[in-house]
């Protein structure tokens, strides 16, 4: 199993769509093995789904993120759970414990953006 990570600074970074860094953890026989932090070039949402598959991702956790993304996830066969806060470290290890607490019906829309909201334009 690898894990990635919405990344920035050690937290779960709040917007998919944005990520300019995930952090993997490759998991083996229940624990992890090895992490490290890889730039996404910014690919944005569309492009990041493959970008995950490409490193061999099956399982994300993020902050807020949209439809389409969540769309595209679906199709690369990774598993999602959005809605995660705090240290990025931290979510990793409770995914992996079975014990992450996570929000499944977390999005981002362009409707619901409201002032000081980080989302911003999207890409694809």
Same mark, same amino acid.
């Given at each position: 199993?690898?894990?990635?990570?919405?990344?920035?600074? *050690?937290?779960?970074? /709040?917007?998919? $769509?944005?990520?300019?860094?995930?952090?993997?953890? /490759?998991?083996?026989?229940?624990?992890? +093995?090895?992490?490290?932090?890889?730039?996404?070039?910014?690919?944005?949402?569309?492009?990041?789904? $493959?970008?995950? +598959?490409?490193? $061999?991702?099956?399982?994300?956790?993020? *902050?807020?993120?949209?439809?389409?993304? +969540?769309?595209?996830?679906? /199709?690369?066969?990774?598993?999602?759970?959005?809605?995660?806060? *705090?240290?990025?470290?931290?979510?990793?290890?409770?995914?992996?414990?079975?014990?992450? /607490?996570?929000?499944?019906?977390?999005?981002?829309?362009?409707?619901?953006?409201?002032?000081?909201?980080?989302? *911003? $334009?999207?890409?694809?």
């Amino acid at each position: 199993m690898i894990i990635a990570v919405t990344y920035q600074d *050690g937290q779960v970074f /709040q917007h998919f $769509g944005h990520s300019e860094a995930f952090k993997l953890y /490759q998991v083996e026989a229940g624990e992890i +093995r090895s992490a490290q932090v890889v730039e996404t070039n910014g690919s944005g949402h569309g492009a990041l789904a $493959g970008f995950l +598959r490409e490193k $061999g991702v099956t399982h994300l956790i993020c *902050g807020g993120i949209g439809a389409g993304a +969540r769309t595209a996830l679906a /199709q690369a066969e990774i598993q999602l759970y959005p809605g995660v806060t *705090g240290a990025a470290d931290d979510a990793a290890l409770a995914l992996v414990k079975g014990n992450l /607490q996570y929000d499944p019906d977390t999005s981002c829309t362009h409707h619901q953006h409201g002032e000081g909201h980080s989302c *911003g $334009g999207h890409s694809s």
